[in-house]
């Protein structure tokens, strides 16, 4: 059974610029969870979608926004790219969106000079 | 406000010795702890979970321990080797349609032969 595939791996930007990152999760799973991991602040909730709707968001500003499609494929978009968006990204699937088991990804490196 | 702490930030383990990693809580909502394994470059990958109503579950060589009362949780790795170096994670997730996964700072484990 494939695994939470993310794409791209690697992607450097410049500031003021926008990036779509893209999350496939484990076949037959509907939630998707995304997650911002950096050295200081560690890993830090974005926010969670199931079935298409999203049902959870954390404490990032409104220019991280996502999605996610009937197939239970998601994005995140970052508008307006700041030096400090500079993180690995990660994707999470689970089969449901509470107290299941959750998969990560091998995450989105992005640079943003 | 961070929610979930763990400690030590780093721990250096004789190989074939005990490594141990604590977490505490303080939200009382939460109903299930995971810890995850992370190795450079990778996302983080699922080691072990518990649900508050045991006291201890274990894995092969990977041991959680709960203490309610104490709200506090443990993750004892026997017999460590040099293939266990890597940052561990604890996490918390809250029962309810709040169902984010709260992770500590992380612990870098380091094995030595």
């Known amino acids: 059974k494939a695994g939470v595939t993310q794409t791209p791996r690697y992607l450097i930007k410049t500031r003021g610029q926008q990036v779509t990152l893209s999350c496939s999760p484990i076949?037959?799973?509907?939630?998707v969870s995304w997650y911002q991991q950096t050295p200081g602040q560690g890993l830090q909730f974005l926010f969670e979608?199931?079935?298409?709707?999203?049902?959870n968001k954390g404490n990032f500003p409104g220019r991280f926004s996502g999605r996610q499609f009937s197939n239970s494929r998601s994005e995140m978009n970052v508008s307006t790219l700041e030096l400090g968006d500079s993180a690995l990204y990660l994707c999470?699937?689970?089969?449901?969106?509470?107290?299941?088991?959750?998969?990560f990804g091998q995450g989105t490196r992005l640079t943003v000079v | 406000q961070q929610q979930v702490k763990q400690s030590p930030q780093s721990l250096i383990v004789q190989k074939g010795g005990i490594s141990i990693i604590n977490c505490a809580y303080e939200?009382?909502?939460?109903?299930?702890f995971p810890w995850y394994q992370q190795f450079p470059g990778k996302g983080p990958a699922l080691l072990i979970a518990?649900?508050?109503?045991?006291s201890e579950k274990k894995e092969g060589r990977f041991t959680i321990s709960f203490n309610k009362s104490a709200k506090q949780f443990s993750l004892h790795i026997m017999d460590s080797q040099p293939g266990d170096s890597a940052t561990y994670f604890c996490?918390?997730?809250?029962?309810?349609?709040?169902?984010?996964?709260?992770f500590g700072k992380g612990t870098k484990l380091s094995v030595k032969p």
């Open positions: 996490a918390a997730r809250s029962r309810g349609s709040q169902g984010n996964l709260i």
């Open positions: 999470a699937s689970s089969s449901l969106p509470v107290n299941t088991e959750a998969f």
């Open positions: 939200n009382t909502a939460f109903d299930y």
């Open positions: 979608y199931f079935s298409e709707t999203q049902r």
């Open positions: 076949s037959g799973h509907r939630s």
């Open positions: 518990i649900r508050p109503d045991v």
